[in-house]
């Protein structure tokens, strides 16, 4: 015989699972703008019908229900979009980086401009062509030297600017690296909080959101992927488990960064030896180390007694994924060594193009201007260089100068071909003619029947088409940079549209499930007054005949 309280019953797992749906209701509303925060939803399951199975089972017609219950609390989520968006996170991240990095590398070439290196060397060329015409006046003299001087200093200047820049990365590579290592560390104490909760039963959905938001900004920095290892014991079917977080290699070797609580620490190795940090701009990126996988009180207490764990392994700059990661973007900008051992990267190539061609204009000029003659000297050449450095090295963008005595006596400028000549300016002229020359290794300056040789190389280009090309190649990088970054920022909008649209929280809907379920509270609320009426009825109705 069935139970004259199951109505009862019925409805009170009616309101409780309806209650349980309307604060959940109010969860999701509450968190409409929380960042990473997903949607979550009463799964709702019949509780089991009367009467069950068994020998001694009643016969009836057929099952009766029994109601309703909350099986469980679960986010919607959508593991194929969460895995598109992190693909094009790594993307954007490493394009978003270069563009930064190349844009003030545009900056201080600053071309084409008024003030820049370009127009130094125009600048330059007309001022000895002025010479040329008339040898004799101080002033064209000196406004060539002052010119000379000029070219110098923007070698400096540029080179100066770009270093401090290529300092800033290698500082920024570094913090970002320490960050890195803060959100591996974070995930891996998510993933602590996570195996403690789950096997009793509970699902952590907050503790889910806060970890994919991790996974996001990791992914940021380098691409990384995950496999779900469940927590055992009474976890739920809904149950997200611990995750083994990995890094792949170019190769396909698989490096385990975080597997449940336990992590690795990851640094950052120059080739000197030494933690790249800025100072030192010739310790460039060698390799990320990682340590042995550890749990948070093994770190700590490492940390603590200055005891560094056991490094197992390294990860070259060949193992990243090409394009992939603000940390690759970092590197690639900061510079390391390639396969012949050169140093390679777009500050360190762009600085090793100056100092070419400081060092060539600088060593061609130079010969050139000894076989000239000043004014003052009558019977030979002037054998004075123009250019000298601050350090005695060689040539390079950081020291070149014009030698004191030719500012302090401009009348050295070997403007004459000839001795004793003061109305002679075809060696200007020949020096001016310069800019025009074609340096290939094997070039000659001819005047009067004179011919100097020059040993330097540019590939064939001139001073100032040598310069332009590194800016045209210096923009041609920048353009595709910007592209790619608008491409993969697109693309990312796109799919964390279609993200949102399956996880995040709309108003409009949240109020539509309020008004369900309270709806259904106010039904199952007075079923269940109904029921209370017929049990009194019952109990205080029946069995008083004749009374």
């Not at 002025?130 to 000379?148: C, F, G, L």
């Not at 100092?355 to 002037?382: C, M, P, W």
């Not at 549209?497 to 949240?510: C, F, G, H, K, T």
């Amino acid at each position: 015989m069935r139970s004259t309280f199951m109505g009862l019953e019925t409805s009170k797992r009616a309101l409780f699972t309806q209650q349980s749906a309307l604060y959940t209701t109010g969860h999701n509303v509450a968190n409409a703008s929380t960042e990473g925060y997903s949607r979550q939803r009463i799964n709702m399951q019949t509780t089991l019908p009367y009467p069950g199975v068994g020998l001694n089972t009643p016969k009836m017609a057929g099952y009766i229900g029994t109601g309703v219950e909350a099986g469980s609390v679960q986010r919607t989520r959508d593991q194929f979009i969460d895995r598109q968006y992190r693909q094009e996170e790594n993307k954007l991240g490493y394009w978003t980086n270069q563009v930064q990095n190349l844009n003030q590398m545009e900056d201080i070439m600053s071309e084409p401009s008024e003030y820049g290196l370009d127009q130094a060397f125009s600048d330059f060329w007309k001022s000895v062509q002025d010479v040329s015409t008339n040898p004799e006046d101080a002033s064209a003299r000196k406004v060539a030297v002052q010119k000379a001087q000029h070219i110098a200093e923007s070698f400096q200047y540029i080179n100066t600017q770009l270093e401090l820049i290529q300092s800033n990365i290698g500082n920024e590579l570094n913090v970002s690296t320490t960050q890195m290592n803060s959100i591996i560390q974070s995930i891996a104490e998510i993933n602590k909080q996570i195996q403690a909760s789950e096997p009793n039963g509970y699902v952590p959905n907050d503790l889910y959101d806060s970890r994919d938001v991790l996974m996001d900004q990791l992914n940021e920095f380098i691409p990384v992927s995950f496999d779900r290892i469940p927590s055992g014991g009474n976890a739920s079917d809904v149950a997200e488990g611990s995750y083994t977080v990995y890094f792949t290699t170019s190769s396909g070797e698989r490096i385990d960064l975080i597997d449940g609580r336990h992590y690795r620490q990851l640094a950052i190795e120059g080739t000197e030896g030494l933690p790249i940090n800025g100072d030192d701009l010739n310790n460039l990126f060698s390799n990320f180390s990682y340590t042995e996988l550890a749990d948070y009180a093994t770190h700590y207490q490492a940390q603590k007694d200055q005891i560094p764990l056991l490094n197992e392994g390294t990860i070259e700059y060949d193992d990243f994924n090409a394009f992939k990661g603000s940390i690759l973007s970092m590197i690639d900008s900061y510079g390391f060594e390639n396969n012949n051992g050169d140093p390679a990267g777009y500050y360190p190539e762009m600085l090793a193009k100056l100092d070419t061609l400081a060092n060539t204009f600088a060593t061609t000029f130079n010969e050139v201007h000894r076989q000239g003659y000043g004014l003052k000297n009558e019977t030979s050449i002037t054998g004075l260089d123009m250019f000298e450095t601050t350090d005695g090295a060689e040539f390079d963008a950081s020291n070149m100068k014009v030698r004191d005595e030719m500012l302090t006596d401009t009348s050295l400028f070997a403007a004459s071909s000839r001795a004793g000549e003061e109305g002679n300016g075809n060696w200007a002229l020949a020096l001016s003619n310069l800019q025009f020359v074609s340096l290939n290794g094997a070039a000659q300056v001819k005047a009067d029947g004179k011919a100097v040789s020059m040993t330097s190389d540019l590939e064939g280009a001139t001073y100032q088409s040598f310069y332009k090309s590194m800016i045209a190649e210096l923009a041609i990088d920048a353009n595709e940079s910007e592209t790619l970054r608008f491409n993969s920022e697109t693309l990312k909008i796109t799919i964390a549209n279609s993200r949102a649209s399956v996880s995040s929280v709309s108003l409009d809907e949240e109020m539509t499930n309020m008004i369900t379920f309270q709806q259904a509270y106010n039904a199952s609320a007075r079923m269940l007054t109904v029921m209370d009426e017929t049990l009194d009825k019952i109990i205080n109705g029946m069995g008083r005949v004749g009374l």
